[in-house]
Every structure is written in structure tokens, then in C-alpha cells.
């Protein structure tokens, strides 16, 4: 699935985690929604030719569940400000189900080991070590190198 849209605010919940997050309010999908659950993705920013890894969460949040369903990306080393910018979202690897976690401490190492995940998987699959579909996609997409902007 694809998503064109804008970052728009959100609780900030992540960036009080130390994980902040592009709240996308879409304008436009590509494909049928998924399932709730956390995703490895691609982040395109401004129509930059390049893309960023990105942890997508898409859902209810569970665990602080006050406000409205969301589409949230976190971007591993990204450090600018993404308010009112255009982004595409590109949903590349279910990496786990949305769930309720007990305090947000535990949510918080969940976070750490999810995006972990992502960049390891991003990374063999960038390297040919992964044969699936998804994997086949990740080498077909151009990274950005930077750690931010």
C-alpha cells in the first residue's frame, strides 16, 4: 500500500518515548488498507528521489489510545522538523500485530526492538539476503544515506 499525504501533529507521545513520529493525514491511497500492526516502510519527504527507513505504526495505540486512529511513521536518524511536509509511505514488511503493552516503559523496549527489526531487515535485504517480494522491492527503492536534516 502507498500513502501520499502531510504531516500533521499528533499527542507526541512518541517523542516523549524518545521514538517521534510523522503523523500522515492522507490525501491519497494506493492499494487496500492493511491490517493494524506495525510496519517497515519508506518515507519519501518532498518528492526527494531518495527514501528514509521508516517504522510505521498503523492503528489505535492501545496502549494511550486517546484520540484517533493514526498512520505514524518514526524515522530511524531522521532529526528535522516534518510539520505541514508532503511524504509518501510506502508499506513494505509486516513486522508484528498491534497490541496493548502494561505501562508505557514496556511499549518504549517494544519500540527499540521493533525498530531494530526494521533496520536489520532493511539491511539484509538491501544486501540480497533476503529472497522474498518484499525484500526484492527494498533493492529495487534508492536510500538516502543522510542521519537527518
Known amino acids: 500500500m502507498i500513502i501520499d499525504g502531510y ?11 524518545g521514538f517521534p513520529t510523522a ?12 491490517e493494524n500492526g506495525v510496519y517497515a ?3 519519501w519527504i518532498d518528492g526527494d528521489a531518495k527514501a528514509r527507513p521508516a517504522m510505521l505504526n498503523q492503528g489505535v495505540h492501545p496502549t494511550a489510545p486517546e484520540g484517533k486512529p493514526t498512520v505514524e511513521a518514526n524515522l530511524p536518524g531522521f ?10 509511505v510506502e508499506y513494505l514488511k509486516f513486522l508484528r500485530p498491534e497490541r496493548r503493552f502494561d505501562s508505557l516503559d514496556a511499549l518504549t523496549d517494544q519500540l ?3 525498530r531494530e527489526a526494521l533496520l536489520d531487515w532493511i539491511d539484509r535485504a538491501r544486501r540480497g539476503e533476503d529472497g522474498s517480494r518484499e525484500a526484492v522491492r ?3 527503492i534508492e536510500w538516502s544515506e543522510e542521519s537527518g536534516e
Not at 27 to 34: D, F, K, N, S, Y
Open 7 to 17: 504531516v500533521e501533529s499528533g499527542k507526541h507521545l512518541g517523542r516523549t518515548l
Open 23 to 34: 503523523n500522515i493525514a492522507p490525501e491519497r491511497v494506493t492499494g487496500a488498507w492493511p
Open 41 to 43: 516502510a519508506a518515507v
Open 79 to 88: 532529526s528535522g522538523d516534518l510539520y505541514g511536509r508532503r511524504v509518501r
Open 112 to 114: 527499540a526492538r521493533d
Open 138 to 140: 527494498v533493492r529495487e
